[in-house]
């Protein structure tokens, strides 16, 4: 009985420190991001205000799109910083993890609306564009 209690103790220890190391990595990464002006919550919620709207999202496909738009956005935020000190690895990573986010959009929406999805690409990466952190 005691060694199954302090067995058990040593495992919830372990967790709890392991908890507190992703958290602190978390915390980092979210505080990176900040800085660089990409908070992924505030840029998912501008993107989706804009596509729902344009793309005419049924209630069934809002929350799978915004899934796909945010962890699109999660990924990217990993590696943002790159786009003034390495844009040549920036431009590749983008590229592929963008068609993912094509790829799972693909599954969601409807021929047409992906059509329309594509055609939302601003002509150039303008920063006050919301929709150029997806194609940028």
């Known amino acids: 009985m005691k060694k199954g ?39 998912a919620s501008g993107i989706m205000g804009k596509l729902s709207p344009e793309l ?12 796909a738009v945010t962890d699109y956005l999660t990924q990217k935020a990993q590696f943002v910083t790159k786009q003034k000190s390495n ?10 993890i963008f068609q993912g986010l094509k790829s799972k959009l693909t599954g969601i929406l409807l021929k047409n609306q992906m059509n329309k ?9 303008d920063p006050a564009n919301l929709l150029s952190q997806l194609f940028f």
């Open 5 to 43: 209690l302090l067995v058990f103790a040593i495992a919830a220890l372990t967790a709890s420190n392991a908890n507190a190391q992703l958290g602190n990595v978390l915390d980092k990464a979210k505080a990176v991001t900040s800085a660089a002006g990409f908070d992924v919550n505030s840029l």
């Open 87 to 96: 844009p040549a690895e920036y431009a590749q990573r983008q590229s592929g």
């Open 117 to 125: 999805f594509l055609g939302l690409k601003p002509a150039t990466n």
């Open 56 to 67: 005419a999202l049924t209630a069934a496909q809002k929350p799978k799109v915004a899934a």
